[in-house]
């Protein structure tokens, strides 16, 4: 028999803070607009596990980790059992920033998990899909959507009342823009909020790969890079507005699913090294300048760090990528620390002849996003001019070599430990 514990606990910061996930020169939050959460849930069959997901754009990997081995300890389980599912939300605050904002978190996630653990209630589970529009792929000439609205559904003893839902969907946390400056969770916190009235019970979301895909509707003055064409709503009621699509298409599946008693859950972890190079100086002037041109990236300390590397005989950088799974039965979310664009989830599904096999990024942290080999070859924004702004937090100056993807995608499928 199935054991969940759940609890939920408050993140908004009390005081002003940096938030993270927008390009300007004042990131200094401005009030509240909805509160900020993270969701602690804990399984167990014989083994014990726990899914956390949080309000952030996704930590650095280093203070992950460190939050995943304190729950380690509280649970006595190793750091594989645990998994972190950062929603991505451009509306948060940057937790590197803050000292005092982090452990906050933590402190308060912790919490959460000793409450969780102490409240384990025997459950039946089951899983099915819905389509939902909410999404638009932002590269250009690639129409790919992951539309899958993947649905977990955990009832009582009873089989009828629903107690908890975990809802997987895929598109970018920012349908509020860069004009925006209140502090809110954006979609997911609507979709919560929509789902918890529904059903009156918690409702967990998690992210796929959405690193090229944008939000359907979104709210803003503004006409942002990734909100231009006529498949994009603006809207005043846009967080609202992705929510109802997805409530809409979710009410008509929820009460007719199955739930059983299933003794398969299975969480772990496994390891594989990827490779980028540090560009020559040449080629890293030629990309700062477009970024500059294009998007407005002031580009000089990037420049600055790959000038420091080439000088110390550093040319290529290896990263140990975590490829986590958490299975039950069937239904499988399959997570890396990464934006990862939706042909990784599309591909492994498809590969797996599996449709609740899931791949999602922003699992145990955010470090840049992952192109695949065609749009690797376009360059652009998610390809190498974010990378200029954030490469102080991934340890890496440059994306992966062109090959990464199929290699990533290959190994995720050759460790996947799905029943026949």
Request: charged share 25%; aromatic share 10%.
């Amino acid at each position: 028999m199935i054991k969940l514990g759940y609890a939920e606990t408050d993140i908004t910061p009390e005081t002003p803070l940096q938030l993270i996930g927008f390009n300007r020169t004042d990131n200094t939050s401005k009030g509240v607009l909805k509160p900020l959460l993270a969701q602690v849930s804990i399984w167990q069959t014989e083994d014990c596990c726990c899914l956390i997901t949080i309000d952030n754009i996704g930590f650095k990997k280093e203070l992950a980790d460190r939050l995943r081995m304190e729950v380690g300890n509280i649970l006595e389980v190793t750091c594989d059992k645990v998994m972190l599912c950062f929603s991505h939300c451009h509306s948060a605050p940057n937790v590197d920033d803050s000292e005092e904002y982090f452990e906050m978190v933590c402190g308060n996630i912790l919490a959460a998990v000793h409450s969780a653990k102490i409240d384990m209630h025997p459950v039946f589970v089951g899983w099915d899909n819905v389509e939902v529009d909410i999404g638009v792929n932002r590269r250009e000439d690639n129409i790919n959507l992951d539309k899958r609205a993947g649905i977990l559904k955990v009832c009582g003893l009873d089989k009828e009342e629903t107690k908890f839902l975990l809802i997987r969907v895929t598109a970018h946390c920012n349908v509020l823009k860069r004009d925006n400056y209140l502090i809110s969770p954006d979609y997911f916190g609507s979709i919560r909020e929509l789902l918890q009235e529904k059903y009156g019970c918690p409702v967990m979301v998690i992210q796929g790969s959405a690193g090229n895909i944008a939000p359907k509707y979104f709210n803003s003055a503004e006409t942002p890079i990734d909100a231009r064409g006529e498949q994009y709503h603006r809207s005043s009621t846009a967080l609202e507005d992705m929510a109802t699509v997805i409530w809409e298409k979710l009410s008509q599946r929820i009460a007719s699913m199955e739930v059983a008693d299933t003794s398969v859950i299975d969480m772990y972890s496994r390891e594989m090294s990827m490779y980028a190079d540090v560009p020559s100086l040449t080629m890293a002037e030629k990309i700062a300048e477009e970024a500059k041109n294009d998007c407005g990236i002031d580009g000089r300390a990037w420049l600055g760090e790959i000038k420091r590397l080439r000088n110390a005989g550093v040319y290529r950088q290896e990263e140990k990528v975590e490829v986590q799974y958490f299975a039950i039965g069937k239904w499988c979310i399959c997570g890396v620390p990464y934006e990862l664009m939706v042909e990784f989830a599309l591909e492994s599904m498809e590969k797996l002849n599996n449709p609740f096999f899931y791949v999602n990024g922003y699992t145990n942290g955010c470090l840049s996003y992952f192109p695949t080999e065609e749009e690797y070859d376009k360059g652009g924004y998610e390809v190498y001019w974010s990378i200029l702004l954030y490469y102080k937090y991934f340890n890496r100056v440059f994306p992966f070599e062109r090959d990464s993807a199929s290699k990533l995608i290959a190994f995720i499928l050759a460790n996947a430990r799905m029943p026949k």
